[in-house]
């Protein structure tokens, strides 16, 4: 498993979805978990141990409310983690700040709230690094992109 999504509650599955659709784009290994950084502390700390034993190589957590479990990872391990803003309360700009504003030397990458889309395109970014087939699947994705973007819009709009 190359990465791992965390995320604190039940009723966050439907928006980090888009995380595991990016990740299963490029055939990236994933592993979901719900845990919590103020309700299940020792589990979240137990599976991030687990995580740096099997090597996985980048973590996208989503958060909202208190928005602290990205943080939390982040300072329990040096895998790069993502931070993904979750709409709980405040349009999910409480979470966008608590996610971005970390402290000096520990950081969390973070994307747009409830965007774990583009926490899973981080991700996939990374790993391309490292991985010359993904870097290749990365490279033709945006070229088909650009190509989709330019036949639907081309042609002018009608307005």
Request: glycine letters at 8%; aromatic letters at 6%; one cysteine or more.
């Amino acid at each position: 498993m190359k990465v791992a999504i965390i995320f604190g509650s039940k009723s966050d599955i439907e928006k980090m979805k888009g995380a595991a659709k990016a990740l299963k784009e490029f055939n990236i290994d994933y592993e979901a978990f719900i845990l919590s950084a103020h309700r299940v502390p020792e589990e979240l700390l137990q599976t991030i141990e687990k995580l740096e034993r099997e090597n996985c190589e980048c973590i996208i957590a989503g958060a909202g409310l208190a928005a602290h479990l990205p943080g939390v990872i982040a300072s329990k391990t040096v895998i790069p983690v993502i931070g993904v803003p979750l709409n709980a309360a405040l349009s999910g700009l409480d979470s966008l700040f608590s996610i971005v504003q970390m402290p000096k030397s520990i950081p969390v990458a973070t994307v747009g709230i409830n965007n774990s889309y583009n926490g899973g395109m981080l991700a996939v970014q990374i790993l391309a690094l490292k991985y010359p087939e993904i870097r290749e699947k990365l490279v033709e994705y945006r070229k088909n992109m650009k190509k989709k973007f330019i036949m639907e819009n081309g042609e002018g709009v009608e307005l």
